[in-house]
């Protein structure tokens, strides 16, 4: 005789109070991703305290200007003016700057070359400088940014890569200000304090014409050195010539050197073959001669820049890749 197989009322009970488990749990899951949710919503969607989400929508609504954003806690930078970011929104410190700089930053470490980033928004006979110097306020750099006044008060972007000698000392300070026609200072300045650092680099020359040596101007090919220190690097030419191409700086022209290449003078190409450097520059090179004095004077800065090189015996140069009537007498 076969036995059936039966149940017992505790294995009913088991299995009951197993199943009870499984659902309890279930909600509880339920509940807890709800909760979730709601907290994500909430975050997202309807926190305004400091410590909320920066992504809160609520919370970037009521970011109407720099001092609503900051205090909300969203994320300021210390660019001059300093911004206050609050989604897509951004805030100045000072709306009506008209010299704006985002790098570098206080306290940034310069590196070789410095660069320089903003914008600015000048009038009519004003003009931006730049001046870098040591601790002990030794002027490294100073230069006019090519920024062009704007009748409708646009702000103009600018990028500047600025080299300048070793300086003493680790600290420094960068100077940003509105000048007139004169260079005296006739609007807003941004000082920002730097450190430098040691670097590998090695100084070279370029060459520019010198009022005070040649007053007469009777030396059409006459060149003369003034220093410039750059990265260390396998093509030390092409640093030399875009230092050539910035001109002297403010304190070199005080000491009568100027330079006879025309603004807006790009290299486009530079190849080197035994021995013979060719560079091919922009058409601007040609614009403006003003006679075969001019001519000669810029060939003169270009060649004995880019000879003092020992591998460079001669160079050639080109423009968009022409060189016949190039800087000709």
Not at 25 to 37: D, M, R, S, T
Not at 264 to 271: E, H, N, S, W, Y
Request: net charge negative; charged share 20%; glycine share 8%.
């Amino acid at each position: 005789m076969v036995r059936g197989h039966s149940t017992s009322p505790l294995s009913h009970g088991k299995i009951l109070v197993s199943c009870l488990g499984v659902k309890n749990l279930l909600k509880v899951i339920g509940l807890g991703f709800l909760g979730i949710v709601a907290g994500a919503v909430y975050l997202t969607g309807l926190c305004t305290q400091n410590w909320c989400t920066p992504f809160s929508v609520q919370k970037i609504s009521q970011a109407v200007d720099f001092a609503s954003c900051r205090d909300l806690g969203f994320v300021v930078i210390p660019s001059h003016p300093q911004r206050c970011t609050a989604g897509m929104k951004e805030f100045l410190e000072d709306e009506y700057a008209s010299v704006r700089l985002s790098q570098p930053l206080d306290n940034a470490v310069a590196t070789l070359p410095l660069r320089i980033v903003g914008e600015a928004a000048l009038k009519a006979g004003e003009a931006l400088q730049y001046r870098l110097q040591d601790r002990d306020g030794f002027v490294l750099d100073d230069r006019i940014i090519p920024v062009a006044p704007d009748a409708s008060g646009a702000s103009i972007p600018f990028v500047i890569d600025a080299s300048y000698p070793r300086p003493l000392g680790t600290g420094g300070t960068l100077v940003l200000s509105v000048t007139d026609v004169k260079g005296r200072e006739s609007g807003e300045a941004i000082s920002v304090p730097l450190l430098f650092q040691s670097e590998d680099a090695v100084e070279i020359k370029v060459y520019f014409g010198n009022r005070e040596r040649d007053p007469e101007s009777v030396a059409c090919d006459a060149a003369y050195p003034v220093p410039r220190r750059v990265p260390r690097a396998d093509n030390l030419a092409q640093d030399a010539l875009r230092e050539l191409l910035k001109g002297p700086s403010l304190s070199e022209e005080r000491q009568k050197f100027f330079t006879s290449i025309p603004d807006g003078v790009r290299v486009q190409d530079v190849a080197w073959a035994d021995g013979v450097l060719t560079v091919d520059f922009s058409s601007a090179l040609t614009h403006d001669m003003g006679g075969s004095c001019k001519v000669s004077a810029i060939r003169a800065q270009i060649e004995k820049t880019l000879q003092q090189f020992p591998s460079v015996r001669s160079v050639r140069i080109t423009v968009n890749g022409e060189e016949e009537g190039v800087l000709e007498p």
